[in-house]
Structure formats: C-alpha cells, structure tokens
C-alpha cells in the first residue's frame, strides 16, 4: 500500500509513524529525566525539614528540662538516613553520565538504584514524618 492510498483512507503512513515513535521515544526521555527532578527535589525540601527540626531539637532540649539529651540522635539519624539518598543519587547520577562505557556491572548497579529509589524516597518521607511527630510529641507532653 501506498502513502497515497494510505492517506486516503486515514491510515497513518510509514513516516508519520516513525515521526510519532521519535517523538514518545524523547517524551519518555523526558519523562524520566523529570521523575528524577522531583525525587531531588523531595529530598533536598526533606533535608531543609529535617535542618530545621535538628534546630528544634536543641532548643527543646535547652528549653525543657524533661526532654532527654538523647532525643536529639533521632534527627541526627534521619539525617545520615537523607545523606545516604542523596549519595545513591549522585552515585546514580555518575553512572548514568557515562552509561555508554559503563561495564555490566555498573549497569546492574545502575538498574538496583533505579528501582529502589522510590522505596527510599517512601521511606525517607516516612522518617521524616517520624521526626516530627516524635518532636510534636516531646513539645505536648
């Protein structure tokens, strides 16, 4: 069949249809790149909240007499618990920088921080939701 005939009976040509995977192929592109975009951007507003709240923390402990020295490593944890995501993802970032000479090995790594970084993104939500409930707890109490 023709792109004549094609078009006349509204089927797409050849053409047209490799244009239209061209353009899904760089929409995912996209798509990826952004979804990476927002989990930064998820974690660096977790790491302000979670600056913040270690200031919190100090003045809670100087302020109130009851709350123990202690309570200030729960922040301190979800802080090393947020540098870690943010170590994966440079370490993602390094890997997909030269994904074209990267080794098998590499390349698995790669894939195993791609599919477990929703999981820590949801965990590290998750945490840091802890902290702030723990913080508004010694703050009632």
């Given at each position: 069949m023709t792109d004549e005939e094609r078009r006349e009976l509204?089927?797409?040509t050849e053409t047209e249809l490799d244009d239209m995977n061209k353009r899904l192929e760089r929409t995912e592109e996209s798509g990826i790149s952004d979804t990476q975009k927002y989990f930064?951007?998820?974690h660096d507003k977790l790491?302000?909240?979670n600056s913040l709240l270690i200031g919190?923390?100090?003045a809670l402990i100087a302020i109130r007499k009851d709350v123990p020295n202690w309570s200030i490593i729960v922040p301190l944890i979800n802080s090393g618990?947020?540098?870690l995501i943010d170590y994966r993802m440079m370490v993602r970032a390094r890997i997909q920088a030269s994904i074209t000479t990267a080794d098998e090995k590499q390349?698995?790594?790669y894939g195993t921080i791609i599919n477990n970084t929703n999981l820590f993104s949801l965990l590290s939500i998750y945490s840091s939701i802890?902290?702030?409930v723990i913080f508004v707890y010694y703050i009632l109490s």
């Open positions: 509204g089927i797409m930064d951007r998820i790491f302000s909240l919190g923390y100090f618990f947020l540098l390349r698995e790594k802890a902290v702030v």
